[in-house]
């Protein structure tokens, strides 16, 4: 069942419209647990897109199977989405820097608060972002420690390769995910692939990993798949960043989320001018690469890539 959770009026007759889609039981009875997907509050980041259809079509052809009402946003900037633009067009705003929102306040506040106040109550919300087009991240879940012990623990079900949990201060309080954890709706925040792409192994792991958490909370009674057992991080000096020495052209020699020793070549950096080297990204330590650059393009300074150090990977 579609339903318009917000709309305004736009210059010439148009109108800005955030919908879901509610999938419920065929024979619904009784109160019911609630998991909420939400992507695209970033318009140039599309992993969320596949994962919403994945998500569907999986349930869709089970749909005996279901036991609770899943609700899906694919689309929380569709100007944004519509334009590939990052934020919200014309107004070169943060779309994820204006939560909780205000429903008597202006036009984007008033989406904002619309937004919240939808989502808001649901038993999980798993709030989907990719990466920008200079980067590509392995499928991780970002967590501020205020919330560590509500989201560890469901953030293990959900079939990611890292959890990521961030010290309070860099958190910033207008996200949506901030906004609902803090009022008691439990929001974990994905991070996974590289902007303006799909990257549809990705997808599939998560939509693994979201029947798997829909299954624990019993929304779901059709088959599910282990989900992984994953890394998790707490201390911010577990991750190393990597940055460009020189400007040029960057050629990546590994794959992406491999495990590397201590001066491994990640990659070169070269003049297409000249037709030589200019210099070499190497590991400064043992560990895991789960950021890399994928536009090739680099400056002076670019951040080429995060290692999490070999010691500090730690599964529980």
Request: charged residues 25%; proline residues 5%; glycine residues 10%.
């Amino acid at each position: 069942m579609v339903k318009t959770i917000a709309s305004v009026g736009l210059p010439v007759d148009e109108i800005l419209e955030i919908k879901k889609n509610r999938l419920m039981p065929k024979e619904a009875a009784g109160e019911m647990k609630r998991i909420s997907i939400v992507t695209g509050i970033h318009g140039d980041e599309l992993e969320g897109q596949y994962v919403c259809f994945e998500l569907q079509r999986r349930i869709e052809r089970d749909r005996e199977k279901l036991a609770g009402i899943v609700d899906i946003y694919p689309a929380m900037n569709p100007l944004g989405i519509d334009s590939v633009t990052r934020g919200i067009p014309a107004f070169d705003l943060d779309m994820n820097r204006l939560f909780p929102g205000n429903i008597e306040g202006n036009m984007t506040e008033y989406l904002a608060a619309g937004m919240i106040e939808d989502v808001a109550g649901s038993d999980l919300v798993i709030d989907i972002h990719a990466s920008n087009i200079y980067l590509t991240e392995i499928p991780q879940i970002r967590i501020n420690e205020l919330h560590e012990e509500m989201l560890v623990p469901l953030a293990k079900e959900t079939n990611i390769d890292f959890i990521w949990v961030h010290g309070a201060s860099t958190v910033l309080e207008s996200t949506f995910a901030h906004s609902l954890n803090s009022t008691g709706t439990p929001t974990l925040v994905v991070e996974m692939g590289v902007g303006m792409r799909i990257t549809k192994e990705y997808g599939n792991q998560l939509v693994d990993g979201i029947l798997h958490v829909m299954h624990k909370l019993g929304i779901w009674n059709g088959e599910v798949k282990e989900p992984k057992k994953p890394i998790i991080s707490r201390n911010p000096e577990d991750v190393s960043y990597l940055n460009a020495g020189v400007g040029g052209l960057f050629i990546p020699a590994v794959k992406h989320g491999k495990e590397l020793k201590k001066g491994e070549v990640i990659g070169q950096i070269v003049d297409p001018l000249l037709g030589c080297v200019l210099d070499e990204v190497k590991a400064p330590v043992d560990g895991i690469l789960f950021t890399i650059r994928d536009y090739p393009i680099v400056d002076e300074g670019s951040l080429m890539g995060r290692l999490l150090k070999k010691e500090a990977c730690r599964y529980e």
